[in-house]
């Protein structure tokens, strides 16, 4: 194993990833104490409803949203690493377009539908004027461009400190609300205004970033795809792909809410959250892995080995995380949020599956992306979306909550299925010219 470390491209990735890891270990256990503190203040109904309101923008912003920082990575680090800034300049200028278009339109639309559909997601009337000011974060959550344009100048380290900003500054703030007894509409506050927080430094931070570097004049948004080949069709493609995968995430905590009720979708939230993390180190290397590997010779050898050996990497600390779940779960479950949410543990131990098959299979979406796939990713995600939603209602009615995890699981494992076939039919392609 020692030579995988004489791997230029091998040693990048495990320092992007490092930078990464540290900050998302902190975010971690902020985020789990912000848990904590706001359901032992709100209890399992009230804590649902929060879910509920956040989760409604998510989903709005999910389903509007154009990947713009995949598009940025895709064009833009491969013009800065031929020198060539003006290509990079092309692609920031087009993804903060697309980011300006769909966050506008996606919150425009969610604020609209929200009073005729919020009852389907067990959203009661009274919390409506909160929900629809929480929609106002939708254009702010959809931009993603400043992150494509830090990954793109390889500035890892700066991405990692910010993504700590909202949930230790959220977590204080909990803290605060559990010790002073506050109202929900302060919760709901607290999520606000840590969220808008995250975003605008992010931006504050890549506008320093660029104009160090003597990048920022001339970048503007725009709608027009200069000297990008075939760059729309990567961007709806993208966002067509990433649009499904909300269904997987605010969306589901949605349907289970629909389906099921307030406090199950808080259950079911706690759970995934737990499950997720098991999945960080997949997670944080699938984020270094695609400006790696959209920089190789897909051709040659180097990209196939490098996820070999990030596979073993991530499979190594995944298989660690989830075995802690699994042995510690309940205890841990029971200290945080009190015994009304020792129904997560059984959700756990069926949700765990999501991170096993994610460790196992980071590597699959940025190997089509780098190779130029985007229609691979997103039939792959489009059949497993359609799997989950034909089976997640029945799977509800007939085991609550377990149900909806196991339709996650299932919906999972037929989009890598997917996935696992285009892939291995490209590598026959290229190997065999």
């Not at 320093?208 to 920022?216: A, I, N, P, Q, V």
């Not at 051709?299 to 779940?325: D, E």
Request: glycine letters at 10%.
């Amino acid at each position: 194993m020692r030579h995988w470390f004489n791997d230029q491209h091998f040693r990048s990735l495990l320092k992007n990833t490092s930078y990464l890891a540290v900050s998302k270990g902190i975010a971690a256990i902020a985020a789990i104490g912000t848990l904590a503190f706001a359901s032992r203040s709100l209890g399992l109904q009230g804590f649902g409803t929060l879910i509920l309101i956040a989760s409604y923008a998510q989903a709005a912003n999910g389903l509007a949203k154009f990947q713009s920082w995949q598009l940025v990575v895709r064009y833009g680090a491969a013009a800065l690493a031929k020198g060539d800034p003006r290509g990079f300049k092309n692609a920031a200028s087009f993804a903060m377009g697309l980011d300006l278009l769909s966050g506008l339109v996606g919150m425009a639309a969610a604020m609209a539908l929200l009073p005729f559909i919020g009852g389907w997601f067990g959203l009661d009337n009274r919390y409506l004027n909160l929900a629809l000011i929480y929609c106002l974060l939708v254009p702010t959550m959809g931009a993603s461009s400043p992150t494509g344009m830090m990954r793109s100048m390889d500035r890892f380290d700066l991405i990692s400190w910010q993504g700590t900003v909202t949930p230790i500054a959220r977590c204080v703030l909990t803290g605060i609300g559990f010790w002073q007894g506050w109202s929900f509409p302060a919760f709901v506050a607290i999520w606000f205004a840590t969220d808008l927080a995250g975003d605008l430094y992010m931006w504050f931070i890549t506008w320093r970033e660029l104009g160090r570097r003597g990048l920022g004049a001339g970048i503007r948004p725009t709608l027009r795809p200069s000297d990008l080949e075939n760059g729309w069709r990567f961007a709806v493609q993208t966002n067509l792909t990433y649009s499904l995968e909300s269904a997987w995430g605010p969306l589901a905590r949605l349907i289970v809410g629909g389906l099921l009720g307030p406090a199950s979708a808080a259950l079911y939230r706690l759970a995934s959250s737990l499950a997720d993390s098991a999945r960080k180190p997949a997670d944080l290397l699938a984020k270094a892995y695609y400006p790696e590997v959209v920089r190789m010779d897909a051709a040659t050898k180097h990209p196939w080995r490098l996820m070999l050996r990030a596979t073993a990497l991530a499979g190594g600390f995944g298989m660690a995380a989830v075995l802690i779940l699994v042995i510690g779960g309940e205890p841990l479950i029971r200290v945080l949020f009190g015994k009304d949410f020792l129904g997560v543990y059984p959700i756990l131990l069926v949700m765990i599956g999501i991170p096993l098959i994610a460790i196992l299979s980071f590597p699959l979406i940025p190997m089509l992306l780098a190779l130029d796939r985007p229609d691979a990713t997103l039939k792959s995600r489009l059949v497993g979306t359609l799997v989950y939603l034909a089976i997640i209602a029945p799977l509800c009615w007939r085991f609550d909550v377990q149900g909806a995890a196991a339709a996650m699981v299932i919906g999972n494992l037929v989009m890598v299925g997917v996935q696992v076939f285009y892939l291995r039919t490209e590598h026959r392609r290229i190997r065999g010219r």
